[in-house]
């Protein structure tokens, strides 16, 4: 069957604008992560949602980050007034309902210029 | 201090050797979890544990809960093999059962 799939492969924006990255979970999976890995940084956890709620936001570092799931499937993470800071690979996981093992999505390149 | 430590860091190897990586880790947690990121960075899932030890071909996975501690091991390594090898743990304290808590990874190469 189909893995995570994310979307766009690759971004380039200018600082300022918005992005959008799209993230499809595994069909069936009730849990979807997004974690963020920065150049010479490891990995580290943006949001969590079950279903089409998120019960934990700790991660995302500034109000400038949002995530909606809707349908308990498609997710979107959306970048307000990109900073260069934001560069990173984002990274997207479902599994079953946690603990379960996590399926990453190939990421999405972000490149703020 | 980091609540994931690995070591070593980097590690080079011949083919055909027995490689150990280590994982400690401070707080109390659900599941500890291997994963392999090969460049160009897709990350694969190894291992999810939360007791003993679990094997998958050449790799073998334990943990000590009561040391917080967990090893990955690569018998007859191969230039394959070569990749970062990162722990992570769900379900701190301090957080939910859900999100992981990454280590910074191991960088290995398998040389012929």
């Known amino acids: 069957g189909a893995g995570v799939s994310q979307s766009p492969s690759n971004k380039v924006t200018e600082k300022g604008k918005d992005v959008e990255l799209r993230c499809d979970p595994i069909s069936g999976h009730t849990a979807l992560y997004w974690y963020r890995q920065s150049l010479g940084q490891g990995l580290e956890f943006l949001i969590y949602f079950q279903g089409n709620s998120a019960p934990d936001k700790s991660g995302l570092p500034s109000d400038r980050f949002s995530a909606e799931r809707t349908g308990g499937s498609v997710s979107t993470l959306t970048i307000q007034r990109t900073q260069q800071e934001d560069s990173a690979v984002y990274l997207c996981a479902s599994s079953l309902v946690p603990p379960y093992e996590q399926y990453f999505g190939p990421g999405t390149r972000l490149t703020v210029t | ?112």
């Open chain 2, 1 to 112: 201090k980091n609540e994931v430590e690995q070591s070593p860091q980097n590690l080079t190897a011949q083919e055909g050797e027995f490689i150990t990586i280590n994982c400690s880790y401070s707080v109390g947690i659900s599941a500890l979890h291997w994963l392999q990121q090969h460049p160009g960075g897709g990350i694969v899932s190894l291992f999810m544990l939360s007791s003993g030890k679990k094997k998958h071909g050449r790799l073998i996975a334990t943990i000590n809960i009561q040391e917080k501690h967990s090893s990955l091991h690569i018998t007859a390594s191969h230039p394959r093999d070569s990749a970062v090898y990162i722990c992570a743990v769900s379900g701190s304290l301090t957080g939910t059962a859900s999100k992981l808590t990454f280590g910074t990874g191991t960088r290995l190469q398998v040389t012929l």
